[in-house]
T-cell receptor, first 114, second 112 residues
Framework: DTAVSQTPKYLVTQMGNDKSIKCEQN?????MYWYKQDSKKFLKIMFS???????INETVPNRFSPKSPDKAHLNLHINSLELGDSAVYFC?????????????FGSGTQLSVL | SQQGEEDPQALSIQEGENATMNCSYK?????LQWYRQNSGRGLVHLIL?????REKHSGRLRVTLDTSKKSSSLLITASRAADTASYFC????????????FGTGTRLKVLA
């Protein structure tokens, strides 16, 4: 059973489109995250939710809107896609938001904006 | 700004040799973690060391932490081709919001 699953794995779209990436974890964790990994493999946190509540928003453009319908799901919606949004997006979860627990990552969504 | 910086950026060794990667960070931390990322996959947690610990072992992995120098090292002993991956350090801080800051990673290639 996949612990943290995200869909789709690949997403190719045109500039200006709106797209969503879904993430679900079956680990019973309270905290979920979205990370963006650029072409140089630099991994940057975007958002963190603890029990459906937003706790970290790292100056991400407001075209990116996370949605957490329950603590097992954290979806990422992106409006008006731009070329610079092309990257791999990773969802992750952790047991507690204390900065002291390990992260469990999904396998990533490779977004290509043409 | 980015918290962790790994060194070297890339490392190529022969199977059976040891691989050492270093990580430096800038602010106070609660813990430091190491992750592995195989090509096209998500990150997998390897080991966590807390700020009051100096060394930790897990199988062929040995991690050290020097909080006075704000640095950590990951040693993989008797490397195998399957160890070929990128390795990232991540710091958990208790200052401000709780979040994990990742470094730029070390790309390790183990030649059979």
């Amino acid at each position: 059973d996949t612990a943290v699953s995200q869909t789709p794995k690949y997403l190719v779209t045109q500039m200006g489109n709106d797209k969503s990436i879904k993430c679900e974890q079956n680990l019973g964790h309270d905290t979920m995250y979205w990370y963006k990994q650029d072409s140089k493999k630099f991994l940057k946190i975007m958002f963190s939710y603890n029990n459906k509540e937003l706790i970290i928003n790292e100056t991400v453009p407001n075209r990116f809107s996370p949605k957490s319908p329950d603590k097992a799901h954290l979806n990422l919606h992106i409006n008006s896609l731009e070329l610079g949004d092309s990257a791999v997006y990773f969802c992750a979860s952790s047991p507690r938001d204390r900065g002291s627990e390990k992260l469990f990552f999904g396998s990533g969504t490779q977004l290509s904006v043409l | 700004s980015q918290q962790g910086e790994e060194d070297p950026q890339a490392l190529s060794i022969q199977e059976g040799e040891n691989a050492t990667m270093n990580c430096s960070y800038k602010t106070s931390i609660n813990n430091l973690q190491w992750y592995r990322q195989n090509s096209g996959r998500g990150l997998v947690h390897l080991i966590l060391i807390r700020s009051n610990e100096r060394e930790k072992h897990s199988g062929r992995l040995r991690v050290t932490l020097d909080t006075s120098k704000k640095s950590s090292s990951l040693l993989i002993t008797a490397s195998r081709a399957a160890d070929t991956a990128s390795y990232f350090c991540a710091t958990g801080s208790t200052s401000g919001t709780y979040k994990y800051i990742f470094g730029t990673g070390t790309r390790l290639k183990v030649l059979a």
